[in-house]
């Protein structure tokens, strides 16, 4: 948990659930777990607000509790952890995956579940049914029965998962041991991936224009709604670990296209589609599979023949990037799809681009080559890059002081003098991606408070121009001449136009630029986490 | 006295492989042994005699006249001096390492080298490892590469430019050749075999455009071609190859092809932050923040 962590984890609890919360969850953040009244007295909020942030968090699966560790029957602890809230900066690649996938059914039930963290499977398909209906034509609304499917299918192909039961929490009963300090995993849970028998008939309906007033009444009406439909209690959450692994192999994918082929790409992704079941997420590479399957699994509009298939095979196989690897001779040759070694390649590309563009080509020549030689003499390095000594040295002393590269001393006399020591430069490259990913925090971080500045500063006129949208509606609303509204819409000035028009500008380019950021960290944080495992 | 070393140096030249004592002795029998000793002394002091020594005993040979006219004036320290430059060949030798070798004292050893230099029989040539040191070596000699630099270095510079266009032309020779392997629609076997270059393909095509003023061997040719792999643009594999095949090197060939990057920029330098210099110096309320970030502002009206 580092600083920039918690600082990024501030803001996107502040942007998603408010100051307040946010204020409770960096807390907990930074102190640990603690008991409800440790966190109100240093935090200095009143009871009632803290109550429901932390109802909030743990809506949201940001939080977890537990008995308290100093002795059975103490107080609940609350704890968050960071990765929970930053996946929050993912939620805009999800909802698209989510609708690529399966259309804009799936990509609405998604965003309910990720807007309102864990919902029960009969009214995630009525919420979605309802605004599915809203985009419609007249007289047209979404069937229940549509929206179902398209959650079972989500719930097939594990996007979605149960919520863990929660343990009864404070249990008074003394022969109970204290609930385990780790949250239960959705998947120990044999029903984890099983869609409740429910029984959902209708349609959506339509919520109509000037029913401003009623909109509140039928939200009373639904929490008070007693249609039951069978699957009561059974809540399900987004499951963020399929996501990721589905990024990860578009990520493999698409640097085989680069590197090779659309050909080859369409390969491997038929490789990795058929190993999505078979495969545990930490494994390091896909089981094996035969060449005969791999024929067999090939898209119908690819048709190339065997022995092609078997020399694209080979060709993969001896790239040397070592996407795929050779894991035996039966079945005409048992292949694999060398995950980890894929993740390690691309966030060497990742470092090196990221030199490239900072410090220029030349010093990313010589970044590369300390990828590849281990250790180099200052002049070895001179040599093998053909850099003039002068030029070499200020690119090596640059990328030292920026921490890229490290100095290592190997002395030839116990007492280190420098005339006696052998300097070696050398790049590591899993401290270095590590360090990499902290500066993304910091950047997203820093993107995310250049847009609330932006926004601050015109917030006069942001306020301004939605006023007169409102007078500019209700005055369409109840029949207006057209006189009147222009010169309502005169209102605002054109250079005001002009400043609204590129505040919009700026801040949709900020917000896209958080999203591109977010890429970055996705890799990163895969290569950090799968030399955790491997 | 005087006649007897004009005698002995006459009868040296009668005889250009040398003379022994004894011939002296039989010539002129009238000749003390010390006088004889003597005579032959001036003549090695004057440079004409060379002494030499074979299984019967001392041999006096007469000097080659061309040497013997350059050092004349010499005295035995300078000769001693030329004698261990000469030694060291084209590769040159060190002031430092020539006082070690003769034992003479440095002032002694910078006189002996400035009266040389002026005599045009040796010269100093800047060696390129540490531009203050200079090598000494005879005057009409080539400098060995590891002195001058090789084909990368004219006059102490190193050739960046030069070599930033033969990178060039390589990399263009080998990508063409890969766009023409996909192109031809065949196979991919096929298709990855002739989109590689062996490094004899890439240096007759360099030798041939004539850009360079230096002959270029095979193995600086693949020094460039090292630069490309690590520029991340080229790939390199080692066959096995049949001894006398063109451009093979102890039973190995080395091919070259062009590749292309595995990913795009990434998203991180996208942003004014990936490249900010001062990315460190920078949080929120500081002199350089987020809020008031020039970078940021340029980018935004981009």
């Known amino acids: ?534 | 006295q005087t006649a007897g070393w004009v005698q002995c140096e006459e009868l040296c030249q009668q005889f250009p492989h040398g003379i022994t004592d004894q011939v002296i002795q039989n010539d002129m029998p009238h000749l003390e042994p010390q006088q004889r000793a003597m005579a032959i002394n001036k003549l090695l002091s004057l440079g004409q005699l060379d002494l030499l020594r074979n299984s019967s005993g001392l041999l006096y040979r007469m000097k080659d006249m061309q040497s013997t006219s350059k050092m004349k004036g010499s005295d035995n320290q300078e000769k001693l001096v030329y004698q261990i430059i000469e030694d060291a060949g084209n590769k040159g030798i060190w002031s430092r390492d020539i006082r070690f070798k003769s034992n003479l004292p440095l002032t002694e050893i910078n006189k002996i080298l400035k009266n040389l230099e002026s005599k045009k029989l040796i010269k100093a040539v800047k060696s390129v490892a540490a531009s203050k040191k200079k090598v000494y070596m005879l005057y009409n000699l080539q400098p060995d590469r590891s002195v001058t630099g090789g084909a990368w270095y004219s006059d102490q510079d190193f050739e960046s430019e030069f070599v930033e266009v033969l990178n060039q032309q390589c990399f263009k020779f080998l990508q063409s050749k890969a766009e023409a392997a996909r192109d031809s629609k065949q196979s991919p076997m096929v298709q990855r075999n002739s989109s590689f270059a062996t490094s004899h393909e890439v240096w007759k095509y360099i030798c041939e455009l004539g850009i360079s003023k230096v002959d270029l061997s095979m193995d600086d040719i693949e020094t460039i071609l090292n630069t490309l792999i690590y520029d991340g643009k080229v790939e390199m594999t080692v066959i096995a190859a049949k001894e006398g095949t063109v451009g093979s090197v102890d039973g190995q060939m080395k091919l070259y092809r062009g590749v292309n990057p595995v990913i795009q920029p990434t998203g991180v330098v996208r942003t004014p932050c990936g490249l900010c210099p001062v990315f460190e110096d920078c949080h929120e309320g500081g002199e350089i923040s987020p809020s008031n970030c020039i970078y940021m502002t340029e980018w935004l009206d981009f």
């Open chain 1, 1 to 534: 948990m580092t600083a920039q962590e918690v600082r990024l984890c501030g803001l996107l609890l502040q942007e998603h659930f408010g100051e307040v919360v946010a204020k409770v969850g960096t807390h907990l953040l930074k102190s640990g777990a603690q008991n409800l009244r440790t966190i109100i007295h240093e935090t200095g909020i009143s009871l009632d607000l803290v109550k429901k942030s932390l109802c909030v968090l743990v809506q949201h699966g940001t939080c977890v509790f537990s008995s308290g560790r100093k002795a059975p029957g103490s107080p609940t602890e609350y704890r968050t952890s960071c990765d929970r809230i930053l996946r929050i900066l993912r939620y805009p690649r999800y909802i698209y995956t989510a609708k690529t996938l399966y259309g804009d059914t799936g990509e609405l039930i998604i965003e309910e579940l990720l807007q309102r963290g864990d919902m029960t499977m009969s009214s995630t398909v009525k919420t979605v049914a309802d605004r599915l209906t809203q985009n419609m034509e007249e007289g047209r609304s979404m069937d229940y029965s549509e929206v179902s499917s398209a959650f079972s299918k989500l719930v097939e192909t594990h996007f979605l998962q149960r919520c863990p039961p929660m343990a009864g929490a404070g249990t008074k009963d003394s022969g109970t041991p204290a609930t385990p300090a780790t949250p239960a995993i959705p998947e120990s849970f044999p029903d984890c991936y099983r869609v409740p028998h429910v029984t959902l008939i209708g349609r959506g309906k339509r919520r109509l224009s000037n029913e401003d007033g009623e909109d509140q009444r039928n939200a009373k009406k639904t929490k008070m709604d007693s249609e039951t439909h069978g699957d009561e209690g059974i809540y399900w959450q987004v499951n963020f670990e399929r996501f990721h692994l589905h990024f990860r192999d578009q990520a493999i994918i698409s640097a085989v296209a680069n590197k090779l082929d659309q050909t080859s790409s369409e390969i491997v992704r038929t490789m990795l589609r058929m190993s999505e079941v078979t495969t545990s997420p930490t494994a390091t590479c896909t089981k094996p599979l035969s060449a005969n399957e791999i024929f067999r699994s090939l898209p119908s509009s690819y048709n190339i023949p065997r022995p092609i298939l078997d020399q694209y095979l080979t060709l993969l196989v001896d790239d040397p990037m070592e996407f795929v690897g050779k894991a035996g001779e039966s079945g005409g040759g048992m292949y694999v799809v060398n995950l980890h070694k894929a993740l390690a390649n691309l966030a060497r590309a990742t470092l090196e681009s990221v030199v490239q563009e900072r410090f220029g080509s030349r010093s990313a020549r010589i970044f590369r080559l300390l990828l590849r030689k281990r250790h180099l003499e200052q002049k070895q390095v001179e040599d093998f890059a053909m850099i003039p000594a002068k030029e070499a040295k200020d690119m090596l002393y640059t990328l030292l002081s920026q921490n890229l590269v490290q100095l290592q001393e190997i002395p030839k006399t116990p007492d280190y003098a420098p005339s006696r020591t052998f300097y070696l430069y050398t790049v590591n490259q899993l401290p270095t991606a590590r360090m990499l990913l902290q500066n993304c925090y910091k950047t997203v971080a820093n993107l995310i408070e250049r847009r609330l500045f932006e926004s601050k500063e015109s917030k006069r006129l942001l306020e301004k121009s939605q006023r007169i949208e409102a007078i500019l509606a209700s005055l369409q609303a109840s029949g207006a001449e057209p006189e009147q509204l222009t010169e309502v819409e005169e209102m605002i000035t054109a250079p005001e136009k002009q400043q609204l028009e590129a505040l919009r500008l700026h801040i949709n380019k900020l917000d896209s630029a958080e999203n591109q950021v977010d890429e970055t960290i996705f890799l990163l944080e895969s290569y950090v986490n799968s030399t955790a495992t491997s």
